[in-house]
Each structure stands twice: as C-alpha cells, then as structure tokens.
C-alpha cells in the first residue's frame, strides 16, 4: 500500500522498528545504501523481532538504482525538518512513497532539490528550539497519516 524509503540509515534499532512498523501496515521498506550497518545485525533483528521475516523489503545500492527499479513509487514525499509544509497538509495516495533521511544528516541538499517545496514535508513542532524527532517515530507518524487518508478515500 505505501512504500516507506530511508535513505542511508546509520542506526539499526530505527531500522528494525520502522521495519516492524513496514510488516504491521503492509507498507513495503526500501534501504537505500550505504547503510551504517550489517543488515544482519543483532540490533537490527531484535527491533525487528520475528516481524522481519513478514516484511517486505528491498535494499538498493544507491538513490540511482532505486529510482529506476520497477519497485519505486511514482510519486514520492520527502520528510524533512527542513520543509516549510505540514504532513497535514499534504494528500497521500495507494502506493506513495515516504522517504527519510538518515538520522545524522537528513537528506543531501541535491535529494530536497530533486523533490522540491511541493514534495518536502515536515511532522509540526509544537516546541521550538528542539531538534527533531527520532526517525522510527517519525516514520510512524507520517505513515499513519498517509493511511488514514488512504483508509478514507477507500470507504
């Protein structure tokens, strides 16, 4: 149903959890490399627990390949702290893709170029001064919205 993309993700306990959330929705994972990690990490499978074996997830060498296998979502929203617009604002479809940034740097100058102000979106912050949120809460977050729209469009 939608598609969750992180972009060179450097902790694999996020990895594992937002690969739990994957199995949960139906949402399918794409890791794009390099990864911080082995994906045979210990961490990694034990955020995952027995949900990783359910999961459907594929692992790209780089943005490139991704972008033109047959798996990539047509359309695809970048969440970023960076982003002037909300999640709340934005209208999600069957099969979109979200994508995220690795949690020490976000996504590279030229990814927020290639999506652009109408694809980027940020979760809103109700605290200021405060960095970000953690990448698995914000995968959760922004999934969940996207299927609640999704969920409505289809009843």
Same mark, same amino acid.
């Given at each position: +149903?939608?598609?969750?993309?992180? @972009?060179?993700?450097? *902790?694999?306990?996020?990895?594992?959890?937002?690969?739990?959330?994957?199995?949960?929705?139906?949402?399918?994972?794409?890791?794009?490399?390099?990864?911080?990690?082995? *994906?045979?990490? /210990?961490?990694?499978? !034990?955020?995952? +627990?027995? @949900? %990783? @074996? &359910?999961?459907?997830?594929?692992?790209?060498? #780089? %943005? &490139? &390949?991704? *972008?033109? #296998?047959?798996?990539?979502?047509?359309?695809?929203?970048?969440?970023?702290?960076?982003? /002037? =617009? #909300?999640? %709340?604002?934005?209208?999600?479809? =069957?099969?979109?893709?979200?994508?995220?940034?690795?949690? $020490?740097?976000?996504?590279?100058?030229?990814?927020?170029? %290639?999506?652009?102000?109408?694809?980027?979106?940020? *979760?809103?912050?109700?605290?200021?001064?405060? !960095?970000?949120?953690?990448?698995? $809460?914000?995968?959760?977050?922004? $999934? @969940?919205?996207?299927?609640?729209?999704?969920? +409505?469009?289809? $009843?």
């Amino acid at each position: +149903m939608l598609h969750l993309i992180l @972009y060179q993700p450097d *902790i694999p306990q996020n990895t594992g959890n937002i690969g739990r959330l994957c199995a949960f929705a139906k949402c399918k994972l794409h890791l794009i490399h390099p990864l911080g990690f082995d *994906i045979s990490d /210990k961490h990694l499978r !034990r955020s995952g +627990m027995d @949900y %990783w @074996y &359910d999961l459907d997830v594929q692992e790209h060498a #780089s %943005w &490139d &390949d991704f *972008i033109v #296998s047959d798996s990539a979502p047509s359309r695809i929203w970048l969440f970023s702290t960076k982003a /002037k =617009k #909300s999640l %709340w604002t934005a209208s999600f479809h =069957k099969d979109d893709g979200l994508l995220f940034g690795k949690e $020490t740097a976000g996504c590279p100058q030229w990814l927020h170029d %290639w999506a652009g102000a109408g694809k980027s979106l940020k *979760i809103p912050q109700f605290q200021e001064g405060l !960095r970000s949120l953690n990448l698995a $809460t914000s995968a959760g977050i922004a $999934t @969940y919205e996207a299927l609640r729209q999704i969920e +409505m469009q289809e $009843t």
